[in-house]
């Protein structure tokens, strides 16, 4: 048996057990917490929630995380049930175990915060497909009327849609109509989920979005080594951690394929080139199955190299919150050029996040994707999915 030692990459929590008796349940009696909570372990190097015994508890508190002791001195089996739960380590070769570690020593060393480590990759998603029951937008629409419906039913109304603070005093607005290009493109701004297939998005369009959302417009350096970029959004540090991966469908002039773009020179570097239809469905795959945004004439994946911002925020609690936000902010700069080049957009946080990062050769713990956005020229037909918003607030009975 090799050495092993307790990842400090896991949480621990009581969940309630129930005893399940059958004539109650028949009878729709609600059944009643087990006298004794179930220990679950939810461990961040597999992203997975188990259930442990009380013996795998007394063990792991009796192993530590800062050195390896030997595993004879322990029963076998429940030693390898813990390494293959993900909450011990082990020194040997085996190759599931090497990979652990180095997930263990990768979270470590890249300095992610404990709790931020737990909820990226507890919520990350692998293989989830809307489309297994789902036909198609008309139906899509009308299930999600439908769920909509069942949420008033069972919990009632949302809250209301703006909040209203009533106060002594107000201000009132001039509420002046602004027409100068910039509030025309922001008002123009739209989430679109049909692109027009029989047309090519322009390459000085896909030049553009590059250039404007991703590229790099400048340099600063304060201490020797250490390099700031400026982009057109914000970026705690400077450090803007999140690159763009294209899967780029239907492009003049530039093949399909999932690509690196490199901001430095302003390149695409191409990963892996494939037909136009396969590339479509892949990215169909990242998205969840939501084919309406797959259609997009280009996909970006928004990746984050972890330690670019963990680097100087490190092991703290807000950084993984930035990261996300960054992530919002290049979407929005992403609809804002699309709408200023009369192109649709989307965004979506609805990804298989661990699905992407094998495609894509990611080291997750690493670099690891946080949303998808694409855009492209949008078709003429209105699509079943798109909110129609008017000027006036629609009747309301409460
Ligand atoms: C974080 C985030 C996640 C989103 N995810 C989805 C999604 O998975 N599927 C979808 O159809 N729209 C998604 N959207 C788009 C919203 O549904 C859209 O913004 C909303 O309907 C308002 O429409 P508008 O963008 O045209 O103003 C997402 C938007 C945001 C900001």
Same mark, same amino acid.
Request: proline letters at 6%; glycine letters at 8%.
């Given at each position: 048996?090799?050495?092993?030692?307790?990842?400090?990459?896991?949480?621990?929590? *009581?969940?309630?057990?129930?005893?399940?008796?059958?004539?109650?349940?028949?009878?729709?009696?609600?059944?009643?917490?087990?006298?004794?909570?179930?220990?679950?372990?939810?461990?961040?190097?597999?992203?997975?929630?188990?259930?442990?015994?009380? @013996?795998?508890?007394?063990?792991?508190?009796?192993?530590?995380?800062?050195?390896?002791?030997?595993?004879?001195?322990?029963?076998?089996?429940?030693?390898?049930?813990?390494? @293959?739960?993900?909450?011990?380590?082990?020194?040997?070769?085996?190759?599931?175990?090497?990979?652990?570690?180095?997930?263990?020593?990768?979270?470590?060393?890249?300095?992610?915060?404990?709790?931020?480590?737990?909820?990226?990759? !507890?919520?990350?998603?692998?293989?989830?497909?809307?489309?297994?029951?789902?036909?198609?937008?008309?139906?899509?629409?009308? *299930?999600? &009327? !439908?769920?909509?419906?069942?949420?008033?039913?069972?919990?009632?109304?949302?809250?209301?849609?703006?909040?209203?603070?009533?106060?002594? @005093?107000?201000?009132?607005?001039?509420?002046?109509?602004?027409? @100068?290009?910039?509030?025309?493109?922001?008002? &123009?701004?739209?989430?679109?989920?049909?692109?027009?297939?029989?047309?090519?998005?322009?390459?000085?369009?896909?030049?553009?979005?590059?250039?404007?959302?991703?590229?790099?417009?400048?340099?600063?350096?304060?201490? &020797?080594?250490?390099?700031?970029?400026?982009?057109?959004?914000?970026? +705690? +540090?400077?450090?803007?951690?999140?690159?763009?991966?294209?899967?780029?469908?239907?492009?003049?002039?530039?093949?399909?394929?999932?690509?690196?773009?490199?901001?430095?020179?302003?390149? =695409?570097?191409? =990963?892996?080139?494939?037909?136009?239809?396969?590339?479509?469905?892949?990215?169909?795959?990242?998205?969840?199955?939501?084919?309406?945004?797959?259609?997009?004439?280009?996909?970006?994946?928004?990746?984050?190299?972890?330690?670019?911002?963990?680097?100087?925020?490190?092991?703290?609690?807000?950084?993984?919150?930035?990261?996300?936000?960054?992530?919002?902010?290049?979407?929005?700069?992403?609809?804002?050029?699309?709408?200023?080049?009369?192109?649709?957009?989307?965004?979506?946080?609805?990804?298989?996040?661990?699905?992407?990062?094998?495609?894509?050769?990611?080291?997750?713990?690493?670099?690891?994707?946080?949303?998808?956005? +694409?855009? +492209?020229?949008?078709?003429?037909?209105?699509?079943?999915?798109?909110?129609?918003?008017?000027?006036?607030?629609?009747?309301?009975?409460?």
């Amino acid at each position: 048996m090799s050495n092993v030692r307790r990842t400090e990459h896991a949480f621990f929590s *009581l969940e309630d057990d129930y005893v399940l008796d059958p004539v109650s349940l028949l009878q729709g009696i609600e059944p009643t917490p087990a006298a004794k909570a179930q220990i679950v372990a939810l461990a961040v190097l597999t992203g997975e929630r188990c259930e442990i015994s009380h @013996e795998d508890w007394s063990v792991l508190v009796s192993i530590p995380v800062d050195g390896w002791v030997s595993g004879d001195r322990y029963d076998p089996a429940l030693i390898r049930g813990l390494l @293959e739960k993900g909450l011990l380590l082990s020194d040997s070769s085996e190759p599931f175990f090497r990979e652990l570690r180095e997930r263990d020593e990768t979270l470590t060393e890249t300095a992610w915060h404990p709790y931020a480590g737990l909820y990226h990759f !507890a919520t990350r998603w692998s293989g989830i497909d809307i489309r297994e029951d789902i036909d198609g937008d008309e139906d899509l629409a009308a *299930l999600t &009327e !439908a769920a909509v419906r069942e949420l008033v039913a069972e919990h009632g109304f949302p809250p209301t849609e703006l909040p209203h603070v009533r106060a002594t @005093e107000t201000v009132s607005l001039p509420g002046r109509i602004r027409t @100068e290009p910039i509030y025309r493109t922001l008002t &123009e701004r739209r989430t679109t989920r049909v692109f027009d297939l029989e047309r090519p998005m322009a390459l000085d369009d896909l030049d553009a979005v590059l250039r404007y959302v991703f590229g790099c417009h400048g340099y600063a350096s304060r201490v &020797e080594g250490v390099v700031c970029i400026k982009r057109t959004s914000p970026s +705690g +540090g400077g450090l803007h951690p999140i690159t763009a991966y294209p899967i780029i469908t239907n492009v003049e002039g530039v093949a399909p394929g999932v690509y690196h773009y490199n901001a430095d020179d302003h390149s =695409l570097a191409l =990963l892996s080139a494939m037909p136009a239809k396969e590339t479509r469905e892949l990215a169909a795959q990242f998205v969840c199955g939501q084919e309406y945004f797959a259609t997009a004439h280009v996909s970006f994946v928004l990746a984050a190299r972890f330690y670019r911002n963990h680097w100087k925020y490190r092991r703290h609690p807000r950084a993984y919150a930035g990261m996300l936000m960054e992530a919002g902010h290049l979407s929005q700069t992403l609809y804002l050029i699309a709408a200023e080049l009369g192109l649709g957009a989307y965004v979506t946080i609805a990804i298989n996040g661990a699905d992407i990062e094998t495609r894509l050769q990611l080291d997750g713990f690493d670099t690891g994707a946080l949303a998808v956005c +694409g855009c +492209g020229p949008r078709a003429s037909r209105a699509s079943a999915l798109e909110p129609k918003f008017t000027a006036r607030r629609p009747a309301v009975t409460r």
